[in-house]
């Protein structure tokens, strides 16, 4: 069903800044900037913990 | 007469919030569309009802109530929280087993979220039904 780990986390990171964005932004435009800063947000961490365990496991 | 019409207003506000928690409950998004935010509760139907069925299909188990085990009892909670999606399942016979999978444990944590997830929408529709926001 998924092709990677990170085919997950993006569908995870796209959900949940979707909601994010809808119940806690009052105005459309500030959902939508909200929801793509999360979704950047989740990004920027998954990865980044991904290159620590990385260079913890080496 | 204004103020006997503006406190059967607020008897009404107060009386439906736990109509809506309900609803909210039962179908993700569904709070919002009760009270006609149809925009938002259609998208937080697609969005929480897709992550709770891609949960399904990659095979994800539901948590068991278990007596001194606070994890699978919290897990419970959480998929119990996803409300007519996880009923639905469960009266369907749906019953993963555990699984050594990536994609199972992916599916697993995909369904405790979408039900984690209906929780913030049932707190956003009860905050729209008492005028907390609009």
Request: charged share 15%.
């Amino acid at each position: 069903m998924l092709s990677s780990h990170f085919t997950a986390a993006l569908i995870f990171a796209a959900v949940t800044s979707v909601v994010f964005a809808v119940t806690s932004k009052d105005t459309d435009r500030e959902r939508v900037l909200y929801g793509l800063w999360v979704f950047g947000l989740f990004l920027v961490v998954s990865l980044g913990a991904a290159w620590v365990m990385y260079f913890i496991h080496r | 007469m204004a103020t006997k019409a503006a406190t059967i207003e607020k008897e009404e506000k107060a009386a439906i919030p736990f109509v809506i928690l309900i609803v909210a409950w039962l179908l993700p998004g569904g709070g919002h569309l009760w009270q006609r935010r149809w925009g938002r509760g259609a998208l937080l139907l697609v969005s929480i009802g897709s992550m709770f069925l891609l949960g399904l299909a990659m095979g994800g188990r539901f948590f068991r109530p278990t007596p001194g085990n606070i994890v699978e009892s919290l897990g419970y909670l959480g998929d119990l929280c996803s409300g007519l999606f996880f009923l639905a399942a469960r009266f369907l016979g749906y019953d993963a087993p555990v699984s050594p999978l990536p994609a199972a444990d992916y599916g697993t944590k995909f369904l405790l979220v979408a039900g984690l997830l209906n929780v913030l929408c049932i707190l956003d529709a009860y905050d729209i039904a008492v005028g907390k926001k609009t």
